[in-house]
Nanobody, 115 residues
Framework: QVQLEESGGGLVQPEGSLRLSCVAS????????LSWYRQAPGKERELVAR???????TYGDSVKGRFTISRDNAKNTIYLQMNSLKPDDTAVYYC?????????WGQGTQVTVSS
């Protein structure tokens, strides 16, 4: 049974930083790419970052240069280091894995950027 659990969200001031974590189980973690998505109120869910099994990374245009995705295969965990946060980064952040022809999502963690 695939499970993804995000943590690390919270309230942060503009230009602040947060690090999100996503712990995965139920599949061979090191063989799969994983992604971070986010969804703001009234907006569609959008890709934030993706990391492949060999640590190749892709970023959404709005976060390039500010966010960094990484993985620790020994801990079955991916991370999202978010720096220089802006109010527009406010959203629920989800991690996702595509496994056995299906998308699996975590429950999400709220990030609010506000002064």
């Amino acid at each position: 049974q695939v499970q993804l659990e995000e943590s690390g969200g919270g309230l942060v001031q503009p230009e602040g930083s947060l690090r999100l974590s996503c712990v995965a189980s139920g599949f061979t973690f090191g063989l799969y790419g994983l992604s971070w998505y986010r969804q703001a109120p009234g907006k569609e869910r959008e890709l934030v970052a993706r990391i492949s099994p060999i640590d190749s990374t892709t970023y959404g245009d709005s976060v390039k240069g500010r966010f960094t995705i990484s993985r620790d295969n020994a801990k079955n965990t991916i991370y999202l280091q978010m720096n220089s946060l802006k109010p527009d980064d406010t959203a629920v952040y989800y991690c996702k894995v595509y496994y056995m022809s299906k998308d699996y999502w975590g429950q999400g963690t709220q990030v609010t950027v506000s002064s």
